[in-house]
């Protein structure tokens, strides 16, 4: 568009498209390469589909594999899986657990550190050494040593795939009143849902705020 002066302006337009795959590897490749070649960033949000640690290391592994053969490989980030609480150790739904209301995750304290620790997720864990395994850089967007990476090598330049991860998990841990699990005993159910969140910014911010510093890091 042009100004009151008649110089022209440049606009910022943002085109953000969500696609409904939940499980991987694809079993539509071409159109898959289609999707990575009009895309410069690419969110994925899996990984609770799974309750197998080794199927989930494989099957993203596999599809890590397809997106790197692909003739264009935008900036691949991973936001880490959200937190279930359900009533196991670190939250996961298992058969035969039994809850009457979403628990909150008890934190356990390292002999390192005094101070207390959510157990890590075992899903994104799967989900890094399958990135690792398959020769990705795994860059995690809040440790101190991707930023001095990003100033001592030149991450824009890297031949190497990367795969970024956006923390979430921990973040979740925290917010086990934020499930609908109150709809259980308006629909007559004996269990709550402990997986899904409500619809609230306050919970997504981190994402938000994820993807802004790692395209900080990756196109600054």
Known sequence: KQDNDGEKEMEDHVKIIYYTQAKVPSQWITQLHEILNE???LLLGMGLWWNSEMELHRDFGLFLEQ???ASKVPLLVHRETTTQHF????GSYGRGLFNTTCRA???KR???NSSNIIIPSWRDNAIRKAAVDRGYQVLNVDDPATATAAVSTNLKEQQQPQLWIVPLFHF???QHNQHPDLLHL???RTDPDCTHFCASPYMWYPIWRGLRRTMEF???
């Not at 009533?87 to 670190?90: E, I």
Request: hydrophobic share 30%.
């Open 39 to 41: 895309t410069d960033v």
């Open 172 to 174: 979740s841990a925290t």
């Open 67 to 69: 997106i790197s053969t």
């Open 218 to 220: 990756k196109f600054q």
């Open 87 to 90: 009533a196991s150790p670190d």
């Open 110 to 112: 390292t002999t390192t």
């Open 105 to 107: 995750l008890e934190a």
């Open 186 to 188: 308006r629909h007559a």
